[in-house]
């Protein structure tokens, strides 16, 4: 199934950040593609994963990048599509990453998530997704059904312990 | 006719920040509404707005918030729509806001753009109609053209005066 | 007996806060109770144990979360009791929740303690019932005397050693 | 009428703060008191105001401070009454001082509001008071639901002006 | 005659760090020109600019923006040559842009100065254009000298006034 | 023979970060004793200790402290000699604690090291003594020539090392 | 009279910092001098201006300097005599300042003060000369004295118009 | 073979850092040489090591320091030669050496790359000498596309284990 959604990792040693995200499109079914390319080495990469997805169906992208991270925001000058941008913590607690991901000029927004949360740049790329698809409307509402259902067996858990 | 996206002001103060959002929906045409709620103050209020514009067709949400910024986050816990947060910088240079936004834990994604850019905010929630209209996606790609042309412009005035 | 103070844990995986929390309740002999509720997952909950609670006779709550940090703030928007905050070390060194936590707007203020300090919590939630309860009040005393005892042995003890 | 509250103002140059949580006590009909005096400058004043407070009757303190904002935590290392810190912006956009109210060790918490809201730490105070009498708490509900109507209206002026 | 050193400005807005930059240019005789061109709104340009300029000569680049600031990473992406970043304070002193120069990922450093230091910037340019250019060293060492010597007049002056 | 530098130590807990300024007084032959007492906590305590101090002949006092980190400035209060202050990293790096040393109002300064510096406290306190005392001066030059020649050494090992 | 402290300023535009130091020492009677060189700028002349001070018998160095402030520093690595910092608020607040004073290796102490407080860095400056100077340290007492009742005047002042 | 570049190291500790530079000049055969001397400890070592570094050639400066990081920009002070700061991680995530490299006046920068990239700094310097050296560059383009193969084929290695 073609992908509507492309993950680029910032750089390989990132790679958890990017699971987390891929195990929620996997849990949604909603098809995706990984590709690793960073913003300033492998540029004209980038640009060509952007143009290819777009023209291949790409609908959202997320942009997981640590540092200067100025991936997302590359990937949002090269398409019209929403960009999700997933700041990584490699230094100073991850503060420049989300700084340079959600920091970003006019008309360039990348929408930014919190630092290492692959998994909510994934949900709300599916929320986007959502908008227009019934299916994945119902399938977001179930996953954080069970979430919250999970969380609360966890909590009861809890609970009765301490008694 | 009826509203695409819903803003949601936290408070009055921050009414320039709303404004500048506006000004892009009119822009490009897109119908939405504007409502004044305080996560804190007025929380029940909070999630009539979110539940009566889901019902009424809502499919995005802007939520606008200085200081402890919660009201995007409360938005996002109403509805599977996304959720877009603009912080307003109200004390400490607006980093509580950029915190309160973005650090969401999962599965209540806030997708956060810059410190007091309302503007990017609501190009952001247009990228989102985007996805599936195709006269949206057409007026982002002109706004954007006709953006570039201005800077364009005022550029070559600059060098044309520094010569 | 009936719980004077609530304490409302945001994640199970900050128990070990409520933890100090609730050692300094056993020993002040305030009755309380646990719950584990998130502000934006399980948000509907939320207000239902505040509501319950105050019907209860809840006269504090204790709101101890990590992250954006919003439970304490939508506790104070569900009831006019005081409601303690409880900021949590998860990204950041815990300033994301500090800031989330006390710069809360008027009039729903969040009294906050340190970065992970449930036991300051609990001691502060125990100073606002000993306003009006001598037997709260002379146990405060009492576990503050004791615990500057220990802490008086502790330093002749280092002041021996190194002599 | 004895002063059931105590605020003590590190500077008198951070008056305007003060002020503010003067507005809500006149409001709200708790009789209080106003010291200033600096955790440093006049140490053993302090000290002699938090007694003589106590003997008289005070059941809450407010300290207001900026810079390094000790005052809070002076007040509190001298009684078991429940202390409330309000962090003034001095230098730093007042982060030095928000963190020397909150980042207090066991066990001498400080309930820390935000920065420059002296109107917040009025509004706790008198929480803490309406916990055992109901006619504080009755004001309380008062005056936070005239505020929600007053924010109502400006509201609908907003809104009604955009339109 | 031809430029050694290409400005790129990220937007007009901050023209005055570009002028600090271009009267050190004209004080040390360097030729130099001036662009304005976004990172991530004119991207394209961005890029022939580079590409341009160093066929045209140009040996060292200044790259000046605010904010998310991708613009000094952009060209270091597309070039072999040196590039020096100046960060511009737009939002939150400007740490946002320092961070987003400095935290550069390897191989692609940007070599970043002060924030708003666009005359820093050129100087160091200067030194690299230098290490191979006996004149242009020369006048550095001048202007350090003329600088070094306003400083002792405008400082014998201040002593002069005290006494 | 009597103490001329008081080391104060705000918790047992952070006694390796007294131990460093107590190598320094072992080498220099200053004698010095050590109290272990929180500013919030034996808040009498403190008093006594440097009352007691003073007329003992103590001429210069170090506070070492973390979190809020009063101590230094208790101590600054109840005494006209010098107050070093040694800022220790419980928390968020120690930024708490630094700004609570450094930040002090006039006129009760508080010098401030770095964060757990307690051997920069030590030396500091010891250039006070040598002010007026040859020997110790002497004996800090000789310390200071004989650790850059142990640096010497080792650097010299790592050149040998890598060539 | 021969200065017995010596305040060397980074910049002339930090000038009032400076005044604030110099009005206290008028007032304590202390002869002291004050130039201006910067630690980068005119890096020879801070070297011999410390050389020839500390020849004619000045005790205690006070360096005064905004962002990288390495002035202290320098001053430092050059006497035995004990320096005091006084960071500048140039950029972001004044931390940059605040952190290049402090953060310094061993055994290389800077005492800093806070953040513009010359008045601060003078007094401490003050108390060191006290430790063995009865007569500054009498007049030390004096000037917190008067300052500490000059404080009361204003605030009793406060509080009877409030009344 | 005379060295190109001077690498000083203020502190032995901070070897790994220097490392990655030297591995970089290894692969580019660029010779260097490598000086541990800190800014304060042996200051005069310092100023020495760039008066003699100049008149052998040398044409770039590496300074390798944490915390107030004053080396590069001594270095700087001392010749007209460029200087590379690279700031190291000894506390507060290293921003503290950060800001005290990049945060220099005019006119005197330092260019800073990030926080512990020695190979960056390394890689920087290598840019500055290829802007006259051909062949230099023929190796930085080398280095940079070997490199750039390298991450394309882990990266195709974590594409192909994910299917």
């Given at each position: 199934m073609k992908p509507k959604v492309m993950i680029v990792l910032g750089s390989g040693t990132d790679y958890t950040i990017a699971?987390?995200?891929?195990?929620?499109?996997?849990?949604?079914?909603?098809?995706?593609?990984?590709?690793?390319?960073?913003?300033?080495?492998?540029?004209?990469?980038?640009?060509?994963?952007?143009?290819?997805?777009?023209?291949?169906?790409?609908?959202?992208?997320?942009?997981?990048?640590?540092?200067?991270?100025?991936?997302?925001?590359?990937?949002?000058?090269?398409?019209?599509?929403?960009?999700?941008?997933?700041?990584v913590d490699v230094k100073i607690g991850g503060l420049d990453a989300l700084f340079a991901c959600s920091q970003m000029p006019f008309p360039v927004p990348v929408a930014t998530v919190g630092i290492d949360r692959g998994e909510n740049g994934a949900l709300f790329a599916a929320q986007i997704l959502g908008t227009y698809n019934q299916?994945?409307?119902?399938r977001i509402i179930k996953l954080r059904e069970g979430y919250y259902e999970k969380v609360e067996r966890d909590e009861s858990h809890i609970i009765t312990n301490i008694q």
């Open positions: 699971e987390k995200a891929m195990n929620i499109f996997e849990e949604l079914k909603i098809p995706y593609d990984l590709k690793v390319a960073s913003a300033h080495r492998t540029h004209e990469k980038v640009k060509n994963i952007v143009l290819d997805s777009v023209k291949n169906g790409v609908e959202v992208f997320i942009g997981i990048a640590g540092l200067s991270a100025h991936l997302p925001g590359i990937i949002a000058a090269n398409t019209h599509r929403p960009v999700v941008g997933v700041p299916k994945i409307r119902a």
